[in-house]
């Protein structure tokens, strides 16, 4: 059974870079048909999908937050990362990782998710 593990700073100032990592077990992240997932949740308010990686290393992003998202892998390591640059204080929110058989995943009943992992911005 597949497991994933959200992991990074809890605490990101202001203009700097948001980096988290999700760690997979019980599946390689490049089985055919798979697409990894981040998605977050700011306090309050609902889901959002902001990129994914498929099991081929193409990459997707959320046209509202591509400019700023990098999303990598290592599989080597079985990992892929987050990359969120010049953070505000919206990025305040539980960021969640996910693998599923769609390359927008917007509800926990879709895929399994990671438990995620709060992240606050602030100086």
């Known amino acids: 059974q597949v497991q994933l593990q959200e992991s990074g700073p809890g605490l990101v100032k202001p203009s700097q870079t948001l980096s988290l990592t999700c760690t997979v077990s019980?599946?390689?992240?490049?089985?055919?048909?798979?697409?990894w997932s981040w998605i977050r949740q700011p306090p309050g308010k609902g889901l959002e999908w902001m990129g994914a990686i498929s099991y081929t290393g193409s990459t997707y992003y959320s046209p509202s937050l591509q400019s700023r998202t990098s999303i990598s892998r290592n599989t080597s390591k079985n990992q892929f990362t987050l990359q969120l640059n010049s953070v505000t204080a919206e990025g305040t929110a539980e960021y969640y990782c996910a693998r599923a058989q769609e390359v927008v995943v917007t509800a926990k009943e879709r895929g399994t998710w990671g438990q995620g992992t709060q992240v606050t911005v602030s100086s």
């Open positions: 019980g599946g390689s992240i490049t089985t055919n048909d798979y697409y």
